[in-house]
């Protein structure tokens, strides 16, 4: 297994614990829709992760995109208050785009 893909489970897990949560204490209507957004992303980021020992440069740019859209999630529902929940998952998910990208692509063999 490859650092993006452990690094980015763990990134997708944490933010769909933290989104879950959001979503089972929400308050309010605004709450409720960051914390499925988070969950989308995060799933999003879970995909990323899978494809990441086969399309490495691809991988890491969804997993980026997901790091940038849960963190735009976050002040959705009026507040920053919630960013502290999602914050492991946007650290290991863009570290594990970083890692992605900085990864060679497999070269394909022939037989």
Do not use: D
Not at 23 to 31: L, R
Not at 34 to 61: D, N, R, Y
Not at 71 to 87: C, D, E, M, N, Q
Request: net charge neutral; with cysteine.
């Amino acid at each position: 297994m490859k650092k993006p893909f452990i690094i980015g489970v763990a990134g997708g897990i944490f933010g769909l614990v933290a989104a879950f949560y959001i979503i089972v204490t929400a308050t309010t209507n605004e709450f409720t829709l960051s914390g499925v957004q988070a969950a989308l992303f995060s799933s999003m980021g879970l995909m990323g992760a899978a494809i990441s020992s086969g399309e490495t440069k691809f991988a890491g740019w969804m997993l980026i995109s997901s790091s940038v859209w849960i963190l735009i999630t976050a002040p959705l529902a009026g507040t920053l208050s919630v960013i502290y929940l999602y914050a492991p998952s946007i650290i290991c998910l863009g570290a594990a785009g970083v890692i992605a990208l900085l990864e060679r692509e497999p070269e394909n063999q022939t037989l």
